[in-house]
T-cell receptor, first 114, second 113 residues
Framework: NAGVTQTPKFQVLKTGQSMTLQCAQD?????MYWYRQDPGMGLRLIYY???????DKGEVPNGYNVSRLNKREFSLRLESAAPSQTSVYFC?????????????FGPGTRLTVL | GENVEQHPSTLSVQEGDSAVIKCTYS??????FPWYKQELGKRPQLIID?????GEKKDQRIAVTLNKTAKHFSLHITETQPEDSAVYFC????????????FGSGTQLTVLP
């Protein structure tokens, strides 16, 4: 099992460019999440998907869109990147059977917007 | 909304000493409290968690205590070692459909040899 994987690992964009961050999990988890991590601010939830076919906004959704492509994949899109979106982005997944609450994180994508 | 406050933001201890990190939460409906460790450049990884029906949980040198009445929980690391140096995050689960986590702002723990 690879667990949660993310691509790319690093990305540099210019202001106004668009890109999609990819996330996939092979643990058959129902719920998936996108976070951003900024220095001194912990992890903040951008969007989440409780189950295949559903998505909802988290704490900081502005400037982002998501797609739950299937049970395995959950992508995050920046339509018009801004310097304020420079951050490290983590995807996570969680099983929803058996009362499980543990979230498993991917390795992260370090994004710089110039 | 749910808020989790974490203190201190930085903590330095001598190797072999104990370290304690504290978090408070605002949502009385929260019932799951994990702690994550994040080494430099790596992903957060769960090290211990506790549910609201338990007051304390231990795993070797790590323990977590929960006071539901006061709405705070703490991470205790005993006999610290240099490899314990990392950023530690507490979190609390929201009472929502996807069991979203709200994270504290993190504690940079440095264990001095």
């Amino acid at each position: 099992n690879a667990g949660v994987t993310q691509t790319p690992k690093f990305q540099v964009l210019k202001t106004g460019q668009s890109m999609t961050l990819q996330c996939a999990q092979d643990m058959n988890h129902n719920s998936m999440y996108w976070y951003r991590q900024d220095p001194g601010m912990g992890l903040r939830l951008i969007y989440y998907s409780a189950s295949e076919g559903t998505t909802d906004k988290g704490e900081v959704p502005n400037g982002y869109n998501v797609s739950r492509l299937n049970k395995r994949e959950f992508s995050l899109r920046l339509e018009s990147a801004a310097p304020s979106q420079t951050s490290v982005y983590f995807c996570a997944s969680r099983a929803t059977t058996g009362g499980a609450d543990t979230q498993y994180f991917g390795p992260g994508t370090r994004l710089t917007v110039l | 909304g749910e808020n989790v406050e974490q203190h201190p933001s930085t903590l330095s201890v001598q190797e072999g000493d104990s370290a304690v990190i504290k978090c408070t939460y605002s949502d009385s409906a929260s019932n799951y409290f994990p702690w994550y460790k994040q080494e430099l450049g790596k992903r957060p990884q769960l090290i211990i968690d506790i549910r609201s029906n338990v007051g304390e949980k231990k795993d070797q040198r790590i323990a977590v205590t929960l006071n539901k009445t006061a709405k705070h929980f703490s991470l205790h690391i005993t006999e610290t070692q240099p490899e314990d140096s990392a950023v530690y995050f507490c979190a609390a689960i929201l009472s929502g459909s996807a069991r979203q986590l709200t994270f504290g702002s993190g504690t940079q723990l440095t264990v001095l040899p």
